[in-house]
Structures are given as structure tokens and as C-alpha cells.
């Protein structure tokens, strides 16, 4: 007896969950090389996305290549030229140096306008969008992975060769893959506040740190002639617990912080605070497998140090495309397949989100807020007497450096230098001055003393921060071996 395979008819050789930049972005590229491609949105265009709405000069040379920054609105969004550090009654403001290869410096760009060309773009190359309609779930299997879909009170399912996940911080697609949600370790927490009416300059971006809200992150960015956003990004488990509610130390700052008063001024909420979660990179969970993949935020590809994300959605829908064309043409689409997508993700980024990872663990621990609010005030003195280091932090929060080429040995020697310097001038400020000396001495006793008694009162949790830095130090160290010329440490140690 003869066997006949019925042939399998699929209603899209690609399907994407969720049409935000990674989804968007890679229905445009499949699109436009003539793959039939649809996107599931549970939103409808135009769509507002919680944002800092910061778009890196690398996500805007990614728009340059897909033909959306000629648009006459894209030209009104504000560039940005300088960038505010400010710490308790200490500031620095940094020129932005643009590097030769990237065409802008950033810009500022309320989500709701962004997705929405991203979008248009796609739907213009070819790319079929279906709205209002949530993936709840899927299935795959050696011939096509099927989708599960909401829309209202209607249920239908959809057969692809090809599913992907770009469904962002809490995608569902990616939590099926790993059968879990993502650790508390790989998230933050990000609120945003629109303002209206506050004072420029309108092409200056403000970060602030204060020992309050630490290891929180603030921010305030123009957003067109009078606009801001202002918001704060917080590690969503502290150690010890902070009781306080982010959105509380986010009013607080607003209240009582001078600079960012003085730039509101008379500006007034346009709306509600409002937040989302931060997912970043696992090394240890899957980017791939049979008939599936994660872009973007669903894949953890956000920068911990910077919260930038917008610029790797854009990158890893270019990656992937490269894989998909591929597996599309061969008519493949196994684990082993699609393999290229998560070895090209890896070479390009892991080893800086692994660091960047690291960095962020150690404020983790809020025992040693004093230790790096020093650090951050080192940096700031720093910063202000060197151009090439405050370039180097202004590329960080940029988005325009990886953190590894950033934070290279010279910059961390720079800056323990510059703590060096720091306390020589305390000191010396302590010898003309004893009394002040004795309130150094007291708080200093007043420091160990409580790191002491936190580690006594909670031997569990500084065990369990203990383990995960060593884990996370692990990682890095691991990269380090495979990539470091020591060579070129020697030569940067001697240079010092
Ligand atoms: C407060 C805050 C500030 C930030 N600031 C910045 C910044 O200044 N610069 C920067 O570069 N990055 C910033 N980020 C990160 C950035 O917003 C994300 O990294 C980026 O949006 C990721 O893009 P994406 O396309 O992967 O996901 P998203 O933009 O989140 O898009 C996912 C899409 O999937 C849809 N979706 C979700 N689930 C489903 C489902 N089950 N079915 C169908 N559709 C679904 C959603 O509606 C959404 O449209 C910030 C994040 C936060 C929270």
C-alpha cells in the first residue's frame, strides 16, 4: 500500500506574537523579502508602550536601515545633545560626543509615535497584522506550531511554520518555553510619569541618584517643546527589603529634589504613574527550539546598567532574519535549525548583558548603598575633569558603548583613582577639621555595625546574594576566559 502524506496547509510561513519594535521590526525584514508573514497584536495601533521613550543612536541607525527616519515627524522629535548627572547638591553636565559611525545622536520619541511608524513600515512591505487578539497559548510539533487565539469572546487557532515570540517583558510565549515566569534577579521595575509645561533645555536628558531611592535609577527626558517624561527604574527585589512603594520614592524625588523642581517648574502630571516590568537576559534559558524563537524583551535583550531594550528588539529582528530567510528556503526549521539565531544573540551581547548583569547585583544588596553612592560621587568629580571618562559614561546611558568596552580596565582604574582623590581631600579636610573627623569615625562604626547586624538578623538572604554574585561573577568570568587578550590587560595594568 502506497502512503500519502496530506499536505499541510499553514496560514503563514511566520508568525509573530506582538507588534512592538522586535515584532514589528521583523515583519518589516521577513516582509520585504517576500516571506508571508503575520503579527498578533492584543493592542491596536497606535499603541502607547510604558517607556522612557530614549531611542539610542544604534536603535536610530537600525531605523535608518528600514527607511523610517525620512519622515517629517521624525525630524520634530528632540535631539539630544547633553546629558545631566546629578547627585545629592553635586552635578556634572556632559557634552555628547557622536562616534563617526552612527548617523544621529539620541532622540527622544513618545512610544505611541515610534511603534506606530515601526508598524506602518511593516504593514507597507507586506506584513499582515491581525489586532486586538491575544496569544494565549501554542503547540508544536515536527511539521508546525499552532497558535491559540482570544479576540473578545471569539477563540480560533492558527497554523504556522514558524512561531515567534515578541510578546516583550511578560511575554506568554516565552514563559511556555521555559515553564516558568522570569526570577525576580532578571527584572527591574520601571515607572513613568508625562508631564506638561516644565523648562528645557529640550535637548538635555537627566539621570539622578540619591541614597533614598538607591539603587533606583531617575530620570527626566524632554519630550517635545515642553514635554518630559520623567520615571525611575528600581531592581524589583532589593536586599534587605526597601518598604517603601517605588512609586512613593518616584513622588518623593519629584517633591523634594532641587534640580528636577527647578526644571518642572510650573509643568503639571499629564497623567497617571504608570508601570511595567524590565526582563533582562538568562544565559541559562532558551532563545530557540523546535519551530520557535524569542526577539527582544521576550528574549531578556534589555541592557540591566542602561534599560535600553528599543535598540536590541531592532537588532535581534535583524538576526533572526538571517536565520529565518534561511530556514524559510530550506523549508527547516528544527532546534538545530534555528540555532544560528541564539549563537549569533550570544556572540553579539551576552557577554556585555552578563557584566552589566553583575554590576547591577551588587547594589542588590542595600548594605553597601554608601560604598557606591562614594563610587557614583567619584565618578561625578571624575566626569567632570576628563573628557574621554565622561564620554565613556555618557556612552553607557547613551546606549552607544557596550558596558564591556565601556567599563574597560582604564575607565575602573580611573575611577578607583578618583576615590582615591576623594578621600585624600576628606582627610585632609578631617585634619584642619577634627570635630568632622569624629562624625566620620562614628558613622563609620554606626556602617560596620549595621552591615553586621543585617548579616546576623538574615543570614539566609545575605547567603542566597552571596551565592547569586558568585554565580553571576561566574558567568562573567567564564566570557572573560573565552574572549580576554591578556596581552592587553598587562599593557592597560602597565599604562595605570
Ligand atoms: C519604564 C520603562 C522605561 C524604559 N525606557 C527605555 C528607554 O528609554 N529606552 C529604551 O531603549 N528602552 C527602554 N525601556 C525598555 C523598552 O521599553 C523595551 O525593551 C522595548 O519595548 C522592547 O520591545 P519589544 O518589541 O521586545 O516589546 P514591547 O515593546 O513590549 O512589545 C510587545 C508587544 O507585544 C504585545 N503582546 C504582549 N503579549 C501578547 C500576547 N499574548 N498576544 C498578542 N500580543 C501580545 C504587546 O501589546 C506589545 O505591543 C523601558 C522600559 C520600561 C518599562
New binding site residues.
Given amino acids: 500500500m502506497i502512503s500519502v502524506t496530506p499536505k499541510i496547509i499553514y496560514d503563514c510561513d511566520v508568525l509573530i ?7 514589528s521590526g521583523l515583519a518589516f525584514h521577513l516582509a520585504s523579502k517576500g516571506i508571508k508573514v503575520t503579527v ?4 491596536v495601533f497606535p ?1 502607547d ?8 543612536p544604534i ?1 536610530l541607525a537600525e531605523l535608518d536601515k528600514m527607511g523610517i527616519t525620512g519622515a517629517d515627524e521624525f525630524e520634530k522629535a528632540n535631539e539630544i545633545n547633553k546629558v545631566g548627572l546629578f547627585l545629592k547638591d553635586d552635578k556634572v553636565f556632559i557634552d555628547l560626543s557622536k562616534p563617526d559611525y552612527l548617523p544621529y545622536h539620541a532622540r527622544i520619541i513618545p ?1 505611541i509615535e515610534l ?1 506606530n511608524w515601526i508598524y506602518e513600515a511593516a504593514k507597507k512591505a507586506g506584513a499582515t497584522f491581525i489586532q486586538g ?4 497559548e501554542y503547540t508544536t510539533s515536527e511539521n508546525a506550531a499552532v497558535v491559540s487565539l482570544k479576540s473578545g469572546d471569539k477563540t480560533f487557532k492558527l497554523k504556522t511554520k514558524l512561531l515567534v515570540g ?7 510565549i516565552a514563559r511556555q518555553l521555559h515553564g516558568r515566569k522570569p526570577k525576580d534577579d532578571y527584572q527591574l521595575l ?3 510619569a508625562y508631564y506638561d509645561n516644565v523648562n528645557g533645555p529640550n535637548d538635555r536628558v537627566d539621570i539622578y541618584f540619591n541614597e533614598d531611592g538607591f539603587p533606583g535609577i531617575f530620570w527626566m ?1 524632554p519630550k517635545g517643546a515642553t514635554g518630559a517624561n520623567i ?1 525611575i ?1 528600581m531592581i524589583s527585589k532589593t536586599f534587605p527589603v526597601k518598604p517603601d512603594h517605588v512609586k512613593k520614592i518616584l513622588l518623593s524625588h519629584i517633591e523634594n529634589n532641587e534640580d528636577i523642581k527647578e526644571r518642572i517648574g510650573d509643568g503639571e502630571p499629564a497623567e497617571k504613574i504608570k ?4 526582563t533582562f537576559f538568562n544565559p541559562k534559558q532558551k532563545l530557540s527550539d523546535n519551530r520557535i524563537m524569542l ?4 528574549a531578556g535583550l ?1 541592557n540591566p546598567l542602561s ?7 531592532l537588532l535581534s529582528a535583524r538576526w533572526a532574519t538571517e536565520t529565518i530567510e534561511q530556514c524559510v528556503a530550506e523549508d527547516r526549521f528544527s532546534a538545530q535549525d534555528l540555532d544560528t539565531y541564539t549563537v549569533k544573540v550570544k556572540e553579539e551581547v551576552a557577554f556585555d548583558f552578563a557584566l552589566s548583569n553583575l554590576l547591577v547585583q551588587f547594589p542588590r544588596n542595600k548594605t553597601f548603598t554608601k560604598m557606591w553612592i562614594k563610587i557614583l560621587t567619584a565618578m561625578i568629580a571624575k566626569a567632570k575633569v576628563d573628557k574621554e571618562y565622561a564620554d565613556t559614561i555618557a556612552g553607557i546611558f547613551e ?1 552607544t558603548y557596550p558596558s564591556y568596552k565601556a567599563l574597560n580596565l582604564s575607565f575602573i582604574l580611573k575611577t578607583l583613582k578618583q576615590g582615591g582623590v576623594e578621600l585624600t581631600n576628606s582627610f585632609e579636610a578631617h585634619i584642619k577639621n577634627p570635630e568632622k573627623s569624629l562624625d566620620t569615625g562614628m558613622e563609620m562604626v554606626d556602617f560596620l555595625t549595621k552591615i553586621i547586624t543585617e548579616v546576623k538578623d538574615n543570614p539566609k538572604a545575605h547567603l542566597k546574594w552571596i551565592t547569586d554574585t558568585v554565580l553571576k561573577t561566574a558567568t562573567v568570568a567564564k566570557h572573560l576566559v573565552k574572549t580576554v587578550d591578556m596581552e592587553k590587560v598587562n599593557k592597560v595594568f602597565r599604562s595605570e
Fill in positions: 506574537v506582538g507588534g512592538g519594535p522586535a515584532g498578533v497584536e492584543s493592542a499603541r508602550k510604558i517607556c522612557g521613550d530614549g531611542v539610542s536603535a512610544r511603534d487578539t491575544t496569544v494565549t515578541a510578546d516583550g517583558a511578560n511575554s506568554t520601571g515607572l513613568r527626558f520615571g527604574a508601570g511595567w516590568p524590565i526577539v527582544g524583551e521576550a534589555i534599560g535600553d531594550g528599543i535598540q536590541y528588539a546606549g
